[in-house]
């Protein structure tokens, strides 16, 4: 019951949230809209016992690419957006046909049954062994091979921005 | 869990709550004394002496100051935003005092009472997801106020919190590989007793000493103090993110920035230096006759040492800003990304080495 | 807790070359004065035969490590092998090219490395999760790769497109993926597999996952409905990282496509064959036709790619050994022929700007006898004559359609073929039947020429004797089927 209506809180105040992000006329609220957002999420993650997820999810995402979001919106300092209009000739293509993949996107998840094979890690194993060691003995051995590849990625990524945005050519 | 036990749980969080945001108010307004004080006579002077004895009620009178001055909002200003990013900072900077340990467990009347509202798993990631979020208020403030001075300070400020950020957080790391936990009550505990040569206790400030000046300088410029007060650099920038902000609003800023060094110094107390435990170990005291009977007089004495240490690294912060001169933005920068970060992650490398050697 | 055996080590020995090598040339990049940096590459494509002697060392075995995440076996041991040789020939059609546009970079080396590190990871992925991140990898390679000209606006154009578009494709995978793992509690391909066999699944969002990952994968391999990126981003992007971006990752692409669809799924194998049966008739139709309007050498190539996708996809629909082991030749004959094809356009230089042009290439004959005869050999091949490998691709494709009973397949694989001899011979026509105008500059260091001698010969090779390649490819998924 606390669940259920925890989760309801949760969840609308994402859809919401999503829904003022994209909303907004002016970029910098937007963005900002997407702080509650992130912070419930987190707080869905805390209801399903994963509290180093939550944690991260603020850490990260709320805390660090945000903050570049917000960054770079402010300094652009974007007017064209703010008076451009929003909904035009297009949407009388885009949104039925939107709507429509989301309808059967929907129906055809909820007419599914869901009875996949079960991980070892059940909440009280995981409430046993804490938390983010459970998350550390996963991460350092089923994927330790893909957590090494993600950090290639991320080498990659910074290679490619300073390859692109360093201020001289040569 | 009975309705009653949901009823002591509740008040023991509300109460538990009130009493830390107590404690939080007062520090912050008398972290503004203590500061005005031992500068004053770093150079001499006497600091404000006229509200009460020595001026012990200055904080209160500024505050009181504060609240009655008038309330202005720009006309420019982004109402909303302008409003809110006060809140942004001082909120964030007052929850993550939750999980702070203040004391281990004691027992009154039967019942096991911790010195802290909260011993989560993950505390230490808590402290680091919060402390983020102080950034937004800045910015916010920055960018709201439709000022250039305040959006260049938020600019500022914000790109530093974000440099320091990292390269404060690889120095946390490797203390817990030492500990082992992200959970700051397990890394108090993990310090307890005595470590190197059997002389000096088994604090992680021994063990990490390069861990802990990193965090020392990050500390302080995570928090925009001289030297590394560009943000609020007054010949230049005015006063940086905040210059169009007055009264009690203009005070909350005041209170997340004093609520910001306190979480700071909390942090480095409970991580780098033993956190509750004894600077002089109980066996001393009780050494010597006729003192071993007031120990438990005023609550475990270990919450004074606590206290202690807290002021003690405080009281750095205010040394550095009444000896250092401050940097250049550009020097600020290299510093953080050139020199801390590598260093950092250069003694993650050998901790992680030295611990593989020795197990 | 299984133990952490060298078998571990030993499975991702290509890997680790490819990735050290790559971090040692963004070192070396350090001490390299600024006109020194072709070093760089002939440093790397020592490095890839490195790698690629020691991967054909592994040959034969058949690894699968890294707690299910990481599998060695002669399938990814055949695309590592293209891999190299896309990668190598791709930094030698570049030496030249780079230099002359300002890119000469060391960083452009590396992450052509790191892209081929990424795709490797592809073709070995046992796990969807280890074949989302190589895709990333890869992917995220290519989009700086594409965008490496700073000064050219259309380089950066191409490379925000490819980066948009690729970024909505992989969450349209990722989503696949996590319906994937919600019906079925893993990721593991086998372990999906044999969810799928035990009959407990009901309902259709597994159906719907297959469908985002073809959208997802369909991407990669430039497919349509999935291909509007492709004209823009070839165009846009430089000519020697487009003739990168249009072997390796649509091999690597069509490598993890085919391992996830033929190990994962072929419990809905029905399903799947429909789609990308009308994928691949859509991808041989659209990509021929709008390839004969086309004035630009390089859009031109681009649709001819979505064409050649279209083929493969045919090969892909036939399944079975005979499919699959067609698929792969055809990838590995198409790297040849058109990693040739894009280093005629990179050497070519008109009036001392880039020939991207068709009408650039008017009457090279009469001015270089041999670079025409390469041009010709290479658009022979991608047209499909004989005798040429392209030839034999296609024939080995069309057969494996035919014995499977998709007779009707083939014949329009045959047909689209007819229509793009068109476009194809117009190349040919223009180098030898037109008068030339204007200064031609072949731009051909002996790196280039090499590069091209290596094209050249692998296009006649296999196309004179297939037996060898259609030999190593069925051998190699002998353990997989």
């Not at chain 3, 349209?172 to 319906?179: E, S, T």
Request: proline share 4%; hydrophobic share 55%; aromatic share 14%.
């Amino acid at each position: 019951m606390l669940l259920q209506t925890g989760f309801i809180y949760f969840a609308t105040v994402i859809v919401v949230c999503a829904l003022m992000v994209i909303t907004r006329k002016n970029p910098v609220h937007s963005v900002l809209f997407m702080l509650p957002l992130f912070f419930h999420v987190a707080g869905i993650f805390i209801m399903l016992n994963a509290e180093f997820v939550a944690a991260v999810q603020v850490l990260v995402y709320a805390g660090a690419i945000m903050v570049l979001f917000l960054f770079v919106v402010m300094l652009l300092n974007i007017q064209k957006e703010r008076v451009r209009p929003r909904v035009g000739l297009k949407w009388t293509f885009t949104a039925p046909l939107g709507l429509t993949l989301f309808g059967f996107l929907v129906a055809i998840l909820v007419r599914s049954q869901y009875n996949g094979t079960q991980g070892s890690f059940t909440i009280e194993a995981v409430k046993q062994i804490g938390n983010s060691q459970a998350i550390g003995q996963v991460l350092y051995t089923d994927f330790l091979f893909p957590f090494e590849v993600a950090s290639v990625i991320l080498l990659v990524a910074m290679v490619g921005a300073i390859v692109l945005a360093k201020k001289r050519l040569d | 869990m009975g309705i009653i036990d949901l009823l002591v749980l509740t008040i023991y969080i509300v109460a538990g709550g009130a009493l830390i945001m107590v404690f939080t108010l007062l520090n912050t307004a008398y972290l503004t004394y203590y500061e005005r004080k031992v500068m004053a006579h770093m150079q001499q002077r006497l600091g404000p002496m006229h509200t009460g004895y020595h001026g012990l009620l200055q904080p209160l009178a500024d505050g009181l100051k504060l609240f009655f001055k008038e309330d202005i909002i720009p006309s420019q200003a982004d109402k909303a935003v302008f409003i809110l990013a006060p809140l942004m900072g001082l909120i964030p900077a007052f929850i993550s005092f939750a999980v702070v340990p203040f004391g281990p467990k004691f027992t009154v009347m039967g019942h096991e009472v911790p010195l802290y509202l909260a011993d989560l798993n993950i505390s230490l990631l808590y402290v680091l997801a919060l402390s983020s979020m102080g950034a937004y208020g800045i910015i916010m403030a920055g960018w709201s106020s439709n000022s250039k001075y305040a959006l260049m300070g938020g600019l500022r400020s914000s790109s530093q919190v974000i440099s320091y950020e990292i390269a404060m957080g690889l120095s946390l790391i490797s203390v817990l590989m030492m500990s082992g936990s992200l959970s700051l009550v397990e890394i108090t505990k993990a310090q307890a007793g005595a470590g190197l040569l059997g002389i000096l206790p088994n604090w992680n400030v021994f063990c990490q000493p390069v861990a802990f000046i990193i965090y020392l300088i990050a500390s302080i410029a995570e928090t925009n103090r001289a030297p590394f007060d560009l943000p609020e650099a007054e010949n230049e920038l005015v006063a940086g993110f905040h210059v169009e902000y007055s009264g009690m609003r203009f005070a909350y800023f005041f209170m997340a920035e004093y609520a910001n060094m306190l979480m700071v110094s909390c942090l480095a107390v409970v991580l780098f230096l033993g956190g509750w435990n004894p600077i002089i170990p109980r066996s001393v005291f009780e050494m010597v006759p006729g003192l071993g009977g007031y120990i438990g007089f005023i609550g475990d004495p270990a919450v004074w040492w606590f206290i202690i240490k807290l002021y003690a690294y405080f009281f750095l912060f205010l040394w550095f800003r009444a000896t250092l001169p401050r940097l250049r933005y550009d020097q600020l920068m290299k510093l953080g990304w050139k020199i801390m970060l590598p260093v950092a992650l250069a003694n993650i490398l050998v901790t992680g080495i030295v611990m593989t050697f020795l197990n | 807790m299984p133990s952490f055996s060298m078998d571990n080590m030993v499975s991702i020995l290509p890997e680790m070359i490819v990735l050290s090598l790559a971090l040692a040339v963004l070192m070396f990049d350090l001490a390299l004065p600024k006109d020194e940096k072709r070093y760089l590459a002939y440093f790397s494509v020592a490095g890839l035969a490195i790698a690629g002697y020691q991967t054909m060392n592994l040959a034969g075995l058949q690894l699968d490590t890294f707690y299910g995440m990481f599998v060695l076996d002669g399938y990814a041991i055949f695309f590592k092998v293209l891999f190299y040789i896309a990668a190598a020939i791709a930094i030698l059609i570049s030496i030249g090219y780079v230099k002359g546009q300002e890119m000469d970079k060391g960083e452009y080396y590396a992450l052509i490395l790191f892209a081929t590190a990424g795709m490797m990871v592809m073709a070995s992925g046992a796990d969807l999760i280890s074949i989302y991140l190589g895709l990333e990898l890869m992917a995220l390679s290519v989009y700086i790769l594409a965008g490496f000209m700073r000064g050219s606006m259309k380089s950066n154009e191409a490379a925000l497109k490819y980066f948009l578009l690729g970024a909505f494709s992989s969450g349209i995978l990722l989503y696949g993926i996590a319906i994937i793992y919600g019906v079925t509690g893993t990721t593991n391909l086998a372990g999906i597999a044999a969810f799928i066999q035990s009959g407990q699944y009901s309902g259709p969002a597994l159906t719907l996952a297959m469908i985002l990952l073809v959208a997802g994968f369909g991407f990669k391999v430039a497919a349509v409905p999935f291909h509007m990126w492709v004209p823009d981003v070839y165009e846009g992007a430089p000519t020697s990282v487009t003739a990168f971006m249009s072997v390796g990752p649509k091999a690597a692409g069509f490598a993890a496509f085919l391992r996830v669809f033929t190990t994962a799924l072929p419990g809905i194998q029905p399903d799947w064959t429909v789609i990308i049966a009308s994928l691949a008739i859509m991808s041989m139709l659209i990509g021929n036709v709008v390839a004969i309007s086309q004035t630009n050498i390089k859009r031109m190539l681009a649709y001819s790619s979505i064409a050649h996708a279209g083929y493969a996809m045919v090969g892909f629909v036939s399944g079975g050994m005979q499919g699959v082991s067609s698929v792969m030749m055809y990838l590995f004959i198409y790297m040849f022929m058109n990693l040739g094809a894009f280093g005629m356009v990179v050497m070519l230089r008109k009036d001392g700007v880039a020939g991207e042009e068709l009408k650039d290439f008017a009457g090279l004959a009469k001015k270089n006898r041999t670079a025409a005869l390469l041009m010709m050999v290479f658009m022979f091949s991608l047209a499909g004559i004989p005798p040429t490998a392209g030839f034999m691709g296609k024939f080995y494709v069309f057969m494996a359609a035919i014995d499977a009973g998709f007779t009707w397949l083939a014949i329009i694989g045959v047909m689209m073929s007819a229509v793009s001899a068109y476009f194809y011979l117009r190349v040919i026509m223009y180098m030898y039947m037109k008068e030339p105008e204007g200064e031609f500059e072949l731009a051909a260091p002996l790196s280039l020429k090499l590069a091209m001698a290596v094209a050249v010969l692998g296009v006649l090779y296999i196309g004179m004797a297939p037996a060898g390649l259609i030999d190593f490819a069925r051998i190699s998924i002998a353990g997989m089927m």
